[in-house]
């Protein structure tokens, strides 16, 4: 049992990070756009916005072939949540009107306190349970590993600012932002 506990473990931690190292691949991909962009800006005398588009579709297909695959379980959470919600639904409905019938509706039941009753604590469990359900995700990735790809695919072209706009530019616009 420990083993296959390690098992998992080991397999839940693969899935959380494979999508994040795969950044490298973006990473990369902006480097060899960044630097033909260099080349272009200083050799060849291309302007700056004739290269946004190129930058900017690079960070979005970066997003699609490392975030893209994962989109194939949408419709798989999409129909377990339904599912889920629907038939939790049917059995907090059901329960909620037994616990008021039992306990709101009527006399208290006798020999039965209030306090410390099972029936309490069940129906906080059952909240419990249809709030996990009622919260899952459609997506199987967070916003956070968005940003990280996008991050990591933007990254290399910061140096092409330096290009273009004069560094004693861009320190005084970093002064007056911070004054």
């Known amino acids: 049992m420990l083993r296959w506990l390690w098992r998992l473990i080991i397999w839940f931690r693969f899935l959380r990070d494979a999508h994040a190292s795969l950044t490298l691949f973006a990473f990369g991909v902006g480097c060899i756009l960044s630097g033909d962009a260099a080349f272009r800006l200083v050799y060849d005398g291309v302007k700056i916005e004739s ?3 190129i930058l900017f579709s690079q960070i979005v297909i970066s997003e699609l072939y490392i ?3 994962l989109i194939l379980f949408t419709p798989m959470l999409a129909r377990v949540r339904r599912t889920g919600l629907r038939t939790y639904g049917h059995l907090v409905n059901r329960y909620n009107r037994a616990f008021h019938d039992k306990w709101a509706a009527g006399p208290s ?3 039965e306190p209030l306090l410390g009753s099972a029936d309490i604590q069940s129906l906080a469990d059952l909240g419990t349970s249809f709030d996990r359900i009622r919260s899952m995700k459609l997506f199987p990735f967070t916003q ?3 940003i990280q790809v996008a991050v990591a695919a933007a990254l290399p072209a910061l140096p092409l600012v330096l290009l273009v706009i004069p560094v004693a530019e ?3 616009i970093l002064a007056g932002a911070l004054l």
Do not use: Q
């Open 144 to 146: 956070r590993l968005v």
């Open 67 to 69: 975030l893209g695959p």
């Open 170 to 172: 861009i320190l005084k």
């Open 109 to 111: 039941p006798e020999g």
């Open 51 to 53: 290269m946004k588009t």
